[in-house]
């Protein structure tokens, strides 16, 4: 579970210190510069190659079991976001060797963990036929008819995608014709065919860290899995998201890495899914996710109703309890995280604690929530009855760190954070909040040895808070209480976190 913990903090401060898919180190997984260069003899009998950033619809995309992701054209692929293209068959050999495949209709990697037989597997279509890859290798008895793999699915598909229980209801496939799309349920081989017209026909589909965007022609557009609704201002240019382009192209304005002294948490949580979230400022990122990459959202994107940051956030059964200020959100963790009905509530009145707090956290499998707060707190000098449109210059240096795609959409909800804490002489506390008992009332009160805590985490190796660009870790919520001596601190650095110093 360290190791483990170590790695998703990597991707996190990864993620804040760049925003874009084109501009990120960490999606950046092309092969070396003499593979990509490398061709077989006889390349000259194919089409020339193609150039992504002159505007290509593409055929397909698809990431691989290893995280690395293809966008396919013809007989040529592009592995990665920057980098040029080569033929499809040197990496993936049997389809030219054994089938001479001029180009793929669709591709997407599956997931169902229940069958590890197909989990991970890369699936292309072409024509009626189905090929499953694993780790390049084209799987024994492919292809078959797409009917006898996905019955109900028609040939000649447009494109495909994969759709994972937790953001689709189910594991499931989504396949395009046309304006027809086919929702595919994995596990019962069953079909729900949909119309959504509003959408533009996909000539290709790819899913990246909970989002979902149709390409077309040299555009893409972001839609939802479930229910195809399309938010924010579409279609946009490839070229300035998912490639690096040269001058005329790109975003970012000029976004620098952050220093590893910037780097700072507000809430760590993971739901009862095992989907793990980290909120820095309005932002949130996926830290379970790391295979594919790491991008910062707004919050808002994921939960609709929390406007700017959040003080804390805690998981207990199937909920989310999101804290800000001296109101609580809960959130149903089905597909999507729905809020339910009544809330917000004050904070007081739902766990019998005065809002704000700093950080909160609940050990697997208890029922015990563990909040840390300064015995003193105040307003900050943010006028709380500003508009909350206007935002303020610390807020805009964050957004201008976002990926445009995001900026666009979500920048006007961003207001200031109404609270300010500043650390007391005297030291934080910590509160105990039993959520099995009614009322639910704090129960104890317990001096911790730190003046400022910013997060908090507890997981099966025990207690970690965070505290600027360091954290701390504990074996329990009691050895926290108890000590004294503070343990050696784990510094943020640019070997595991990927900041500047």
């Known amino acids: 579970m360290t190791a483990l913990f170590l790695s998703l903090c990597v991707c996190l401060a990864l993620a804040l210190s760049n925003a874009a898919p084109a501009h990120h180190d960490v999606m950046i997984k092309d092969a070396p510069e003499d593979e990509r260069q490398s061709h077989p003899k006889g390349e000259e009998l194919h089409d020339a190659k193609p150039d992504r950033c002159k505007g290509v619809e593409f055929d397909a995309i698809t990431p691989d079991e290893k995280g690395n992701t293809f966008f396919f054209k013809g007989d040529h692929l592009w592995k990665g976001f920057v980098g040029s293209a080569e033929l499809s068959s040197s990496i993936f050999k049997e389809l030219d060797d054994y089938h001479h495949l001029g180009h793929v209709d669709a591709a997407f990697r599956m997931h169902h963990q229940d069958d590890a037989s197909v989990h991970d597997h890369i699936y292309f279509f072409l024509d009626d036929k189905v090929f499953s890859f694993y780790n390049y290798t084209l799987e024994k008895g492919y292809p078959v008819e797409i009917q006898q793999e996905f019955p109900g699915i028609p040939s000649h598909l ?82 300035h998201y998912f490639m690096r382009c040269g001058e005329g ?121 563990y909040f840390i707060q ?92 965070f505290i600027g660009p360091e954290y701390y870790s504990y074996e329990s919520p009691m050895i926290l209480a108890m000590s004294r001596i503070k343990p050696i601190p784990q510094k943020i650095s640019p070997e595991k976190f990927g900041c500047e110093d």
Not at 174 to 191: A, C, H, P, R, W
Not at 227 to 239: C, F, L
């Open 158 to 239: 447009d494109a495909a995608v994969e759709c994972p229980k937790g953001e689709c209801i189910t594991d499931s496939v989504l396949f395009f014709k046309g304006n027809e799309t086919y929702s595919y349920d994995i596990k019962t081989k069953t079909v729900k065919k949909k119309m959504w017209t509003h959408l533009p026909n996909c000539t290709s589909a790819f899913r990246w860290l909970e989002h979902y965007y149709c390409f077309h022609g040299f555009n893409f557009t972001r839609f939802h899995p479930v229910s195809g609704e399309v938010t924010g201002t579409y279609p946009k240019d490839v070229r």
């Open 249 to 369: 192209f790109g975003h970012g304005g000029g976004a620098r890495k952050l220093r590893c002294s910037e780097v700072k948490l507000h809430a760590v949580t993971t739901d009862d899914k095992g989907r793990s979230y980290a909120f820095h400022d309005a932002m949130y990122l996926r830290l379970d996710t790391h295979r594919d990459g790491s991008h910062r959202f707004p919050i808002s994107r994921s939960w609709k109703e929390i406007s700017g940051g959040v003080d804390a956030v805690f998981s207990y059964g199937d909920n989310m309890y999101i804290i800000q200020g001296s109101q609580i959100y809960i959130y149903k963790s089905a597909a999507h995280y729905t809020l339910i009905e009544g809330y917000p509530k004050p904070l007081k009145e739902e766990l019998g604690i005065d809002g704000p707090v700093d950080a909160a956290f609940l050990c697997p499998k208890q029922d015990t929530v």
């Open 374 to 465: 300064d015995p003193i707190w105040k307003l900050s000098s943010a006028d709380p009855h500003k508009d909350p449109l206007a935002g303020d210059k610390e807020e805009e240096g964050v957004i201008g760190r976002l990926l445009e795609e995001d900026l666009e959409e979500d920048e006007d909800n961003l207001p200031p954070n109404l609270y300010s804490r500043p650390g007391s002489a005297m030291g934080q506390k910590m509160y105990e909040v039993d959520l099995a008992a009614t009322p639910r009332v704090v129960k104890k009160e317990i001096p911790i040895p730190f003046p400022k805590i910013d997060a908090g985490l507890c997981d099966a190796d025990g207690v970690k808070v």
